[in-house]
Nanobody, 123 residues
Framework: QLQLVESGGGLVQPGGSLRLSCAASGFTLDNYAIGWFRQAPGKEREGVSCIRSSEGRTYVVDSMKGRFTISRDNAKNTVYLQMNSLKPEDTAIYYC????????????????WGQGTQVTVSS
């Protein structure tokens, strides 16, 4: 059974960093695209980044390029989202999701989701 578990969220001051983890079980990362999404209060869930191991490709949405980096550890079957220079507007619940096809930053393209991890950026 495919399962995703996010961790690493928390409270951080503006300008700080966090690394989120998405641990996968029931499948191997090689055959799937893993996307990171976030949802702020009162807003739609939006795509942040995506990685597909078999293609060696990564994507980060333009507004977060230079601050967010996605990576994977095959041995741990885990995908990471490194977030630097965090801003208050980055406050949201962050989710990872899996699809057995190429990368996408569209929520509608993903059927399997984790439970989310809260990130709060505040002084």
């Amino acid at each position: 059974q495919l399962q995703l578990v996010e961790s690493g969220g928390g409270l951080v001051q503006p300008g700080g960093s966090l690394r989120l983890s998405c641990a996968a079980s029931g499948f191997t990362l090689d055959n799937y695209a893993i996307g990171w999404f976030r949802q702020a209060p009162g807003k739609e869930r939006e795509g942040v980044s995506c990685i597909r191991s078999s293609e060696g490709r990564t994507y980060v949405v333009d507004s977060m390029k230079g601050r967010f980096t996605i990576s994977r550890d095959n041995a741990k079957n885990t995908v990471y989202l490194q977030m630097n220079s965090l801003k208050p507007e980055d406050t949201a619940i962050y989710y990872c999701a899996a699809r057995g096809y190429r990368c996408s930053t569209s929520r509608a393209d993903f059927a399997s989701w984790g439970q989310g991890t809260q990130v709060t950026v505040s002084s």
